[in-house]
């Protein structure tokens, strides 16, 4: 059987607190995006076995986030071995969620190929346990639809709420990954945590155009600074005719939104 796991884009994404357990409480959008993606194939076999093609990543088979789904799903469920085949195309380390899309999508397909009966929010609960942005992936694959698909994320990244947001209809989404890998905890190590003084959702309530003056990606402040030229990247986009540019995640994609040609 094979999926292939898309990747998602942050629209705006304020770092509000730091939590107790070391994790960040955080309000973003997110959008899944259908190009890049990964191809994934799993099938049953008489062992379990992981071949990955396409992009290098830098962790042992088994420490892949595939290969971890398959064993926390086969912790409660009588799974039999399986083949892994991974292609990558999506980048790590660019903001765009493609080992989290990965892993959901690994639950996905186990589900359906061995009819083990798992409805969605379940999965979703799995997910969670893989990563925060998992269980975004399991909606973003099963049961929604439209081009652009945006979740109101918040807590750690697994607390999420579908929002309709008409503004985002018929755009044309262009992602840019420069040559340069941000880790997540350099991301989060120099960021400092603020309530937002107005909250994302009074944000994305005006119009698009008002978007660059108002919504923003805490991280990039700091990122910018130690990589100025992603800022460059950002302003290409809108020179290029953006309504709005910003970078994904915790870097390094920038993504720019576009009227439709």
């Known amino acids: 059987m094979i999926i292939f796991p898309k990747c998602k884009i942050n629209i705006g994404l304020q770092i509000i607190e730091k939590r107790s357990d070391g994790y960040h409480n955080l309000e973003s959008l ?48 009588k799974i039999p071995p399986t ?47 893989l990563g925060s942005d998992c269980p975004f992936f399991i909606y973003a694959h099963l049961g929604l639809e439209g081009d652009i698909n945006p979740m109101i994320v918040s807590g750690r990244g697994d607390v999420l709420e579908r929002i309709d947001l008409p503004v985002l209809a018929g755009l044309q989404i262009k992602i ?10 350099d991301a989060y190590g ?24 108002h919504l923003f990606n805490d991280f990039e402040k700091h990122i910018f600074e130690k990589h100025p030229e992603l800022a460059l990247y950002k302003e290409e986009l809108y020179k290029q005719g953006a309504i709005y540019a910003s970078m994904s995640g915790s870097g390094s994609s920038l993504f720019g939104l576009f009227n439709t040609p």
């Open 30 to 77: 997110f959008c899944d995006v259908n190009s890049p993606c990964d191809i994934l194939e799993i099938v049953e076999s008489d062992k379990l076995s992981f071949s990955i093609y396409g992009r290098e990543l830098d962790c042992t088979p088994d420490e892949n986030i595939c290969i971890k789904a398959f064993k926390l799903l086969g912790k409660d469920y």
């Open 190 to 213: 120099g960021v400092v945590p603020k309530v937002p003084t107005t909250p994302l959702r009074e944000i994305l309530k005006m119009p698009l155009e008002q978007w660059r003056d």
């Open 83 to 129: 083949e892994f085949h991974l292609y990558k195309n999506i980048p790590s380390g660019a903001g765009l969620g493609g080992g989290s899309s990965d892993g959901a999508c690994t639950l996905i397909i186990l589900n359906k190929l061995f009819e083990l009966g798992i409805d969605k929010h379940t999965l979703a609960s799995y997910a969670a346990k």
């Open 176 to 185: 840019v990954t420069p040559p340069i890998f941000v880790s997540t905890a």
